[in-house]
């Protein structure tokens, strides 16, 4: 493939372009618009000084960093995943190095390089984000940046090792904690673990300071029962930050006897219940007062939230429940990523190589979230009546047929090396403000049969890191 393509340096005899070039590359808007993008986001220098800030022990020998990123995007984009395509393609492109040297260093990868190239490439997307809004936010949280956390275990991973062969069950590569932006659908940075059975939660002491340190306004975290603990409150609401987790059980409430309950309903006439009082029990030093609201359902389990707003005149119950319901809009993001950009296929089967895949798969969900920003914006539509489905079809076969038809330095002269996100965003405006095809509607079902809830399957699994671990006790003894 050919993302980025501006890596790659194009003899003299490319410099003058063709009108036939030219003919192809302006007739393919969405190929055009994602190449320059990327030309403008993830640069070769900028790869190369992320790398030597983050690479800890690795090294670059055989194959640089810009190299295996190229690599790993060529796979996700045009192969499904399969890292050995998108290889003997390069490879017949050009005298690249074998097929060992590129695996050898996908599975080396640090976490921390993983975990910097997804933040550091969305900062620089975020700029050229179009006035347009993804999940609509009540207006009472205007003054809070709404970050939804959630965890995501890499799942299915091949058992290649030598430690991992003949293992029963499912392997899983790492564990992450990813922060999502519900205003404009970016995923905004992720911290991981090499265990993918390992707690989630537990990452919250490494993510957090880095929402903090992000410019903005103070972070307004909305999070599952799993995220229900005083240390983690007591993480949340550092530098002014608030938190809308849902109670767990495990987490005691205590109401106030000097403030009653306010007993109201909501728009689907159900029971809601505010509550004042403290979490936690009298003797823990993080004890903290806080607001309970409890919305019951007849025909399933009551939504119980916590937060620390404890103002009904500043942030109204109707409104915290409708941003605790905007949290699903990151598990939509995820099976988007899972389906859409292959991460249900790993290219590599160490849980370093699974991270680093993992950013990438988010880096490409962000880089179609903007160009679907540009699309619906002018259209005056909303995320919701466009089909991410069908548009990624209409990428991808945009990007095959540009390459087919157009040489890669051709591409390259093509495409201007001094964009600028003033000069960027223009340029994404002009190609994609007025594109839009009937096919790309999103077909809703208004009349929804009621499905039960699958039974969750039962088996055995582990992660790769724990039979690594457990191969060298066994070598150790």
């Known amino acids: 493939m050919i993302l980025p393509p501006h890596r790659r340096t194009p003899p003299a005899k490319y410099q003058q372009t063709t009108d036939f070039a030219r003919q192809v590359f302006d007739s393919l808007p969405l190929a ?57 393609q390069r490879h017949r492109q050009q005298n690249d190095a074998g097929h060992e040297a590129f695996y050898g260093k996908l599975r080396r990868v640090p976490s921390g390089l993983s975990e910097a190239f997804l933040r550091e490439v969305t900062d620089r997307f975020t700029t050229l984000f179009p006035k347009v809004v993804a999940h609509r ?34 392997l899983l590569g790492g564990k992450l904690l990813v922060a999502y932006r519900p205003r404009d659908g970016l995923v905004l940075d992720m911290a991981s673990d090499l265990d993918g059975e390992t707690n989630e939660a537990k990452l919250i002491p490494h993510l957090m300071p880095r929402q903090r340190a992000r410019p903005g306004l103070a972070a307004l975290v909305v999070g599952d029962r799993l995220f229900c603990a005083l240390k983690h409150f007591d993480e949340f609401t550092k530098e002014s930050g608030h938190f809308v987790v849902r109670h767990a059980r495990t987490l005691s409430f205590e109401p106030d006897p000097n403030r009653p309950a306010v007993a109201t309903t909501d728009a689907a006439h159900r029971a809601v219940v505010e509550q004042w009082g403290w979490a936690g029990k ?108 069908q548009f990624c079809t209409d990428w991808h076969r945009q990007l095959v047929a540009l390459k087919e038809l157009v040489s890669v330095p051709m591409i390259v002269s093509l495409i201007p090396s001094d964009l600028t996100a003033e000069s960027l965003a223009k340029l994404l405006d002009e190609l994609l403000g007025t594109m839009w ?41």
């Open 282 to 389: 009298p003797k823990e030093k993080l004890r903290r007062y806080v607001r309970r609201i409890t919305v019951e359902r007849p025909a399933d389990e009551a939504i119980t939230i916590l937060t620390d707003l404890l103002e009904p005149d500043l942030h109204p119950a109707a409104d915290l429940l409708a941003l605790y319901r905007i949290r699903w809009s990151i598990e939509s993001t995820f099976q988007k990523v899972t389906e859409i950009f292959a991460l249900g296929r790993f290219i590599g089967s160490t849980p370093e190589a699974t991270v680093l895949q993992a950013s990438m798969c988010f880096v490409l969900a962000n880089v179609v979230q903007v160009l679907q920003g540009y699309v619906v914006a002018k259209q005056k539509l909303t995320f919701e009546d466009l089909s991410t489905e």
């Open 437 to 477: 095809k009937p096919g790309w509607d999103k077909t809703r079902n208004k009349s929804p049969r009621a499905h039960p809830h699958a039974a969750k399957q039962k088996g055995a699994h582990t992660s790769v890191q724990r039979r690594r671990q457990a191969q060298k006790s066994k070598a150790a003894k």
């Open 137 to 170: 936010i009540p207006a009472s949280f205007d003054r809070s940046e709404v970050v939804i956390l959630d965890g995501k275990s890499l799942k299915n991973v091949a058992k290649r090792l030598v430690e991992t062969r003949g293992t029963p069950g499912k």
């Open 32 to 88: 055009h618009a994602s190449l320059a993008l990327f030309a403008y986001g993830v640069t070769t220098p900028f790869l190369a000084d992320l790398f030597q800030r983050h690479r800890g022990r690795c090294y670059e020998d055989v194959v640089t960093f810009p190299q295996l990123v190229d690599w790993i995007f060529d796979a996700l984009i045009e192969h499904q995943g399969s890292g050995r395509q998108a290889h003997l």
